[in-house]
Structures are given as structure tokens and as C-alpha cells.
């Protein structure tokens, strides 16, 4: 997402995400393991929009704002991986 690497935000994502939001495995119908499924997101929407990334639900998630479900729910990222999200 932005100008850090796709396999840097990529592995980010493998690593805290994919367990649920990958492959067989879809909660909320989002699927994480590929730009069509950020793009598209899940139940409540689209998971990144390009045009407003810093705006998008899964930094919101992931940053744990007030509104959204905490991402991952049971330990939230350090913040060097957000950061990587956010770049």
C-alpha cells in the first residue's frame, strides 16, 4: 500500500491476518490474501480504498479506532507493522 514494498505489507498481512481473513477461511467474507479481496473487502466494505488509504477500515482496524473491531482481535500489531501498512 503506498511506496513501501507489496511483499513488506504483504507479509504483514500473512503473518497476523491470514489465518482468518485467507483462503478457505473468510470471516466477515474479507479476503486479505489478495489486492482484488482488500479492494473488495467483506460484509462491511471495502477493506482499502487507493484513493484514501490512510482513511481505509483496515488501518482503522488495525490501529484499534473507536468504531471498528480491533485487528488481530487477541494481540494488535506492533507498531512498526502498522506503519508498514500505512507507507
Do not use: I, W, Y
Not at 505489507?9 to 482488500?38: E, P, R, Y
Not at 488481530?72 to 506492533?78: H, I
Amino acid at each position: 500500500l503506498g511506496q513501501v514494498s507489496p511483499e513488506a505489507a504483504l507479509a504483514v498481512l500473512k503473518q497476523n491476518c491470514f489465518g482468518c481473513h485467507a483462503g478457505a477461511v473468510k470471516l466477515a467474507g474479507l479476503d486479505l490474501s489478495t489486492q482484488a479481496g482488500l479492494l473488495a473487502g467483506g460484509a462491511k466494505g471495502a477493506a482499502v480504498d487507493l484513493n484514501q488509504v490512510h482513511n481505509s477500515r483496515l488501518l482503522k482496524a488495525v490501529k484499534r479506532e473507536a468504531g471498528l473491531a480491533a485487528m488481530p482481535p487477541t494481540k494488535p500489531l506492533a507498531a512498526a507493522e502498522v506503519a508498514l501498512l500505512e507507507e
